[in-house]
């Protein structure tokens, strides 16, 4: 199976922030990772898929990058609405698997 | 727009059996693979299953081979699964999402239905 670690596991930042979540696999497999935002009580929310392709409807302010093994979700200019739990997601390989998830919370 | 609808989620003892369904409207369902992803209360995602297009493959995560079944009706859009030999570890809200198969990620997910295991 391919593991996939988020870093952090949460942190505090402030409306504004520019901020960026690591998730590195135990393998590499290209550039099959989507990221997903959810909210307390609610599903997940597909942001961006392919590492980097921002999903339709999905604020600019943010980004996805890498392969390989190491990929990292950037928002720029955090919004009140952006305090949430990202998970990353590797879609290359059965079975298919998630990082822990980034839990951002509001300093 | 799509809708992911999921039900059948309650209460089932260990041991029990439940059968979870979702429907999909708004999507051309018959076209993609469908998955079931769960989320144990305060924990991260788990994948469980996934089915394609036309039923032919299925896969499991480990922590429920042989004791769960997906299927799926495309003359109905509807996903289903099948929980049996339940564990107070299977306790948790079931979200039906499309995709996961075909190098695709979950493009739309339901609400999410709970099943909670205990006696």
């Known amino acids: 199976a391919i593991w996939m670690t988020q870093s952090p596991s949460s942190f505090s930042a402030s409306t504004g922030d520019r901020v960026t979540i690591t998730c590195r696999a135990s393998?590499?497999?290209?550039?099959?990772l989507a990221w997903y935002q959810q909210k307390p009580g609610k599903a997940p929310k597909l942001l961006i898929s392919a590492a980097s392709t921002l999903q339709t409807g999905v604020p600019s302010r943010f980004s996805g990058s890498g392969s390989g093994t190491d990929f990292t979700l950037t928002i720029n200019g955090l919004q009140s609405e952006d305090f949430a739990t990202y998970y990353c997601q590797q879609y290359y390989a059965y079975p298919l698997t998630f990082g822990g998830g980034t839990k951002v919370e509001i300093k | 727009e799509v809708q992911v609808l999921e039900s059948g989620g309650g209460l089932a003892q260990p041991g029990g059996s439940l059968r979870l369904s979702c429907a999909v409207s708004g999507f051309t369902f018959d076209n993609y693979a469908m998955t079931w992803v769960r989320q144990a209360p305060g924990k991260g995602l788990e994948w469980v299953s996934t089915i394609s297009d036309t039923s032919v493959k299925t896969w499991y995560a480990d922590s429920v081979k042989g004791r769960f079944t997906i299927s799926r009706d495309n003359s109905k859009k509807t996903l289903y699964l099948q929980l049996n030999s339940l564990r107070a570890e299977d306790t948790a809200v079931y979200f039906c999402a499309t995709g996961g198969g075909n190098f695709r990620p979950f493009d739309y997910w339901g609400q999410g239905t709970l099943v909670t295991v205990s006696s």
């Open positions: 393998q590499g497999f290209s550039s099959y």
